[in-house]
Nanobody, 118 residues
Framework: QVQLAESGGGLVQAGGSLRLSCAAS????????MGWYRQAPGKQRELVAN??????????NYADSVKGRFTISRDNAKNTVYLQMNSLKPEDTAVYYC?????????WGQGTQVTVSS
């Protein structure tokens, strides 16, 4: 079992920045992918970005809507993934969920609210 604890959400003006963190604990295997999804009111949950573990290649993947503005990174020693969000837009407003995919199992955090005011 894996537990994910998110932090870093909040209220920011358009053009501002926020940094989300997600710390994983529990039984963590070397091969995994960690990432961030978001869900806005009335919309489906969507992938924002993910990053494979070092032993998994370390590749990153971004939604087109955040490319060039968001950066995902991870500290494998701390089992922590980060999402640096710059040039935030009102349409980035959503609940952001941390995710770990490991050995075919999906684990989710409780979500953190990001609100961008215009």
């Amino acid at each position: 079992q894996v537990q994910l604890a998110e932090s870093g959400g909040g209220l920011v003006q358009a053009g501002g920045s926020l940094r989300l963190s997600c710390a994983a604990s529990g039984r963590i295997f070397s091969f995994n992918t960690m990432g961030w999804y978001r869900q806005a009111p009335g919309k489906q949950r969507e992938l924002v970005a993910n990053i494979a573990s070092v032993v998994g290649g370390g590749s990153t993947n971004y939604a087109d809507s955040v490319k060039g503005r968001f950066t995902i990174s991870r500290d494998n020693a701390k089992n922590t993934v980060y999402l640096q969000m710059n040039s935030l837009k009102p349409e980035d407003t959503a609940v952001y969920y941390c995710n770990m995919l490991s050995r075919g199992w999906d684990y989710w955090g409780q979500g953190t609210q990001v609100t961008v005011s215009s």
